[in-house]
């Protein structure tokens, strides 16, 4: 259910979370949801849609946060596709969850009421509501052996969050996430392609070798420091059509270029360069099995003037030829 304040021309969103209503018909074991949401921004004001899970398409008015209460615990899984987003239990103001673009994180809800915080840009970010009990049954003897303090809050019923810094979103990850909205299917197929797919991305996110090494990373960084690392991420991100040089991504960070790489693969979970190379490729699949461009054309837009150079890369980071990728099944 979603109401706004009866004062103010951008009212306060809420966002009643109906535990019984966000489940009925949901994935595996109805004990898995997910939901994209989307800010645009236009004359000043900001515009919502996704916040109403029975029907996305509907576009709200409100001013960068949500109220958010649920009537019964729940795990969600948040992914910054673009733009930033916090999370904040408003029983413990000091516990903010952040993500910045191109980064996740997992958190608790207990049934307390908490904030859903947008910032002032257009934002899009998908999102995986889940029952406690569907990890502890996914997971079996792992979840209890490796996310004790999940199950303590859990317990509890207090606040948790993965990670303190949110860690960058996979690209494998990220592919994941682009299937599952771009499902093809109707019907009865629909439902187990996204449960399979729905079902990887989770075992994957908490247990899998993309963010498994991450996972275990409990190396301290200063918050600027972080912050640096997550700009230069996103001018990667935005500029792989570009040359890029450690020199000039050091000038970004605002550090030499040894911290940087140090750094970089503290929080990335890899060398910038093998990161740089993961996401051209990533975005080459994209363009070639969604937007159905050639081969040529995607290795121009990643970067490479030469189609053969391009294949050599595409087949040592992904494990097959990009011959091998066919266009989306037709809507």
């Known amino acids: 259910m979603i109401k706004g304040s009866e004062n103010g021309v951008r009212p306060v969103l809420y966002k009643n979370i109906c535990t019984k209503d966000l489940f009925r018909g949901s ?3 109805n004990a898995v949801q997910y939901n994209t949401v989307e800010v645009s921004n236009k004359d000043e004001i900001a515009f919502i849609t996704g916040i109403d899970f029975t029907n996305n398409k509907l576009l709200f ?10 009537d019964e615990h729940l795990i969600k899984f948040h992914f910054s596709l673009e733009g930033e987003y916090s999370y904040q239990p408003l029983s413990h103001i000091k516990y903010l969850v952040q993500i910045p673009e191109n980064h996740c ?13 947008f910032f002032k840009s257009n934002i899009k970010v998908f999102e995986i509501y889940v029952k406690p009990k569907l990890l502890q049954n996914l997971l079996g003897t792992d ?27 996979p690209p494998q990850i990220r592919s994941y996430i682009n299937e599952i909205i771009q499902c093809p299917y109707t ?20 247990m899998g070798r993309h963010t498994a090494k991450i996972s275990k990373n409990n190396v301290k960084l200063l918050n600027s420091d972080y912050l640096a690392l997550v700009k230069v991420e996103a001018h990667i991100r935005n500029n792989l059509k570009e040359p890029l040089k450690i020199l ?20 990335y979970g890899m060398p910038v360069f093998k990161y740089i190379t993961a996401l051209r490729m990533e975005f080459a699949k994209s363009l070639i099995t969604q937007d159905g461009v050639s081969i040529a054309h995607a290795a121009y837009e ?15 980071t992904m494990g097959y030829l990009p011959s091998e990728l066919k266009p989306a099944v037709e809507q």
């Open 27 to 29: 994935y595996i074991n």
């Open 302 to 316: 990643v970067g490479y003037a030469n189609p053969q150079h391009f294949t050599t890369a595409f087949k040592r």
């Open 187 to 206: 019907g009865l197929v629909r439902k187990k392609y996204l449960e399979s797919k729905l079902t990887v991305l989770l075992i994957d996110f908490m």
């Open 248 to 267: 000039d991504l050091s000038e970004i960070a605002g550090f030499n270029a040894t911290k940087l790489k140090r750094d970089f693969k503290k929080v």
């Open 61 to 70: 008015e409100f001013d960068s946060e949500i109220r958010v209460k649920s």
């Open 143 to 169: 979840f209890a052996t490796g996310f004790g303090k999940l199950q303590d809050a859990i317990t509890n019923s207090n606040s948790f969050v993965l990670w303190d810094k949110s860690k960058f979103i």
């Open 105 to 117: 994180n997992m958190f608790y809800y207990p049934t307390t009421e908490g904030r859903d915080i």
